[in-house]
């Protein structure tokens, strides 16, 4: 169990105050600017819903390896956000009969000054973010309501309720912010006929993306201390699978991060 407070926390491991933790955080934007979309150990959320009784579709970028699923037992398809993603939607259906549950993991996120963002990171963002979410959910949307209901989780971002100075990032919040608003709006056109819609607002969580020499320097963003596992998002996904009376839900999995710092 992680620590609730920095007590007991090593001093090197404790959170660095803003004037340290700055130059740091500016110096690693500076050096990576755009993060892949990320994987979330997609394996274990195949591998627990299995074991809660249902099929299920995982919309993803298509890059990610899941270790210890067959993807011929017509358990999950993963969808790659292309030009040929509603015919891939289609195939799904046909392929396993219906689609359960769909995980919206495909994201991209740009750091840097507002006046900095040039024309092409806006329409990545816009283009991964935003149109990747609208045209695979629009498209799968039917198929739930055809089989009495579903389930989609979107994945977000904390910084859309607390953002820091330390990571300017507003191309991020506009489009995961939207994507935000659309859950609770999706949430309430769709609660009477079955279909519930999540989403989960991640901290910062410890993926290959993220050199491990800066790992101290993010887990000093979170009032926890420390960075998130993937282990926590797939235990956020499993949850709302499972909470058939939850629907239009953020659901933060920061370290506290939304509470405040």
Wanted: hydrophobic share 40%; net charge negative.
């Amino acid at each position: 169990m992680a620590p609730s407070s920095t007590r007991g926390v090593p001093a090197s491991r404790r959170p660095k105050n803003s004037a340290e933790r700055g130059p740091l955080l500016r110096r690693y934007l500076q050096q990576v600017q755009a993060v892949a979309p990320q994987c979330f150990e997609l394996g274990r959320i195949v591998e627990q819903l299995r074991e809660q009784r249902a099929s299920l579709d995982l919309g993803d970028d298509g890059s990610c390896a899941v270790p210890g699923v067959d993807r011929r037992a017509g358990l999950a398809a993963f969808f790659r956000l292309d030009d040929h993603l509603l015919d891939q939607v289609d195939l799904g259906v046909d392929r396993f009969g219906r689609i359960d549950t769909l995980v919206n993991n495909a994201g991209v996120f740009v750091a840097k000054p507002f006046t900095d963002y040039t024309d092409e990171d806006y329409a990545l963002l816009t283009g991964v973010n935003l149109a990747g979410f609208f045209h695979l959910t629009r498209r799968v949307v039917p198929h739930m309501l055809a089989n009495g209901g579903g389930h989609i989780v979107t994945i977000t971002t904390s910084f859309v309720d607390q953002p820091n100075s330390n990571v300017p990032s507003v191309l991020a919040s506009l489009t995961k912010g939207g994507l935000s608003s659309a859950t609770k709006s999706l949430a309430i056109e769709y609660a009477s006929r079955g279909v519930r819609v999540n989403a989960i607002a991640p901290g910062i969580i410890k993926t290959p993306m993220h050199p491990v020499e800066y790992h101290e320097t993010f887990a000093a963003l979170h009032p926890m201390g420390r960075m998130g596992e993937t282990s926590d998002i797939v235990d956020a996904v499993v949850y709302l699978e499972s909470a058939p009376f939850v629907t239009g839900e953020i659901l933060h999995v920061d370290g506290g991060q939304n509470a405040g710092n």
